[in-house]
C-alpha cells in the first residue's frame, strides 16, 4: 500500500522513522500521539524496580518511555540508527536489533515494555516469544497497540492520519494489526495471563489541544478494545 501524498514510501517502511528523525523530541509535532502513549505505559512500569532491575523497551524509537526517573536500567532495541541516537541522548541504553531476534540473554528482564510495536512485525508470535524468553519469572510485561479490523482501519488510518496529533500518513499498514483476543492467547501460551483494556484520548484534552497544539493529552481506558489497547501482564 502506498501514501503517495507524504513521502512516496510504502506503509510501515521502516525508512519514515529516518525521514521524521527530528520530531521525536518535539511533543506536539508529527509523534505527538506516541508521546501520550508513554506516559500511558511509563505509569504501569512497577514502582518498586530498583538498581538491579532492567527494562527492556522493544521498539524504542526516540526513547520516548524513559523520563529519566527511575533508578533501573531502561534497555532500548530499535532497527533506526537515528531513532537510537536520539533515545541514547535522553539516557537510553541502545541496542540495535530485530524485536523478533531480541540481542538480549534470556530471564534478563524485569519489566519488557512492546509499546506501538507489535501492530509493525510480520511475526506477532515470534515477538511475543522474545518478550516471553527475556522477561524473567514474576516480571511484568507491558504492552498498547492497534485492534484489527475495517473499523479500526476506517478509525485509525483513513480518519487519525488525517487529524492534528494523529499518526503520520502512511506509518501504518492495517494489515498488520492484531486481535486483543488473540494477542492474550499467544501470551496465555507462554505462561504470561494479559489483561487488556482499552485506550483513547482524553475528549476534552484533544479540544484544547486543537485550540492550541501545545497542551498535552492524557489517555484515558474504555471498555472496548476495538481500536488502540493496552495491557499488562505477569510472567508465571
Known amino acids: 500500500m502506498r501514501d503517495r501524498r507524504t513521502t512516496g514510501r510504502a506503509r510501515n517502511d521502516i525508512g519514515q522513522y529516518d525521514d521524521l528523525r527530528h520530531e521525536w523530541d518535539k511533543p506536539h ?5 506516541l508521546h501520550w502513549l508513554a506516559v500511558s505505559r511509563r505509569s504501569l512500569i512497577p514502582a ?16 520516548l518511555t524513559y523520563d529519566g526517573a ?33 540481542p538480549l540473554a534470556d530471564q534478563c528482564a524485569s519489566v519488557v515494555v512492546a509499546g506501538e510495536i507489535l501492530e509493525h ?17 514474576g516480571g511484568t510485561v507491558v504492552i498498547d497497540t492497534l485492534s484489527e479490523g475495517k473499523f479500526a482501519t476506517f478509525a485509525l ?31 496465555a501460551d507462554h505462561g504470561v495471563e494479559l ?34 489497547y493496552q495491557g499488562v501482564g505477569t510472567s508465571r
Open 195 to 228: 489483561r487488556v483494556w482499552g485506550l483513547r484520548p482524553s475528549v476534552i484534552d484533544y479540544a484544547r489541544f486543537l485550540a492550541d497544539r501545545t497542551r498535552p493529552v492524557r489517555m484515558v481506558r474504555t471498555g472496548s478494545t476495538a481500536l488502540v
Open 70 to 102: 527511575g533508578s533501573y536500567v531502561h534497555v532500548g532495541i530499535d532497527l533506526v540508527t537515528s531513532a537510537l541516537q536520539t533515545a541514547r541522548a535522553r539516557g537510553v541504553v541502545v541496542v540495535q536489533g530485530d524485536v523478533a531476534v531480541i
Open 121 to 137: 512485525v510480520s511475526d506477532v508470535g515470534s515477538v511475543v516469544s522474545e518478550i516471553c524468553r527475556v522477561l524473567r519469572p
Open 48 to 63: 518498586t524496580i530498583g538498581p538491579s532491575d532492567i527494562v527492556v523497551d522493544l521498539g524504542c524509537g526516540g526513547g
Open 29 to 33: 509535532g508529527a509523534f505527538a500521539a
Open 157 to 187: 488510518v483513513t480518519i487519525a492520519e488525517r487529524l492534528p496529533g494523529g499518526p503520520p500518513r502512511g506509518i501504518h499498514d492495517p494489515h498488520l494489526f492484531i486481535d486483543a483476543e488473540r494477542l492474550q492467547r499467544l501470551f
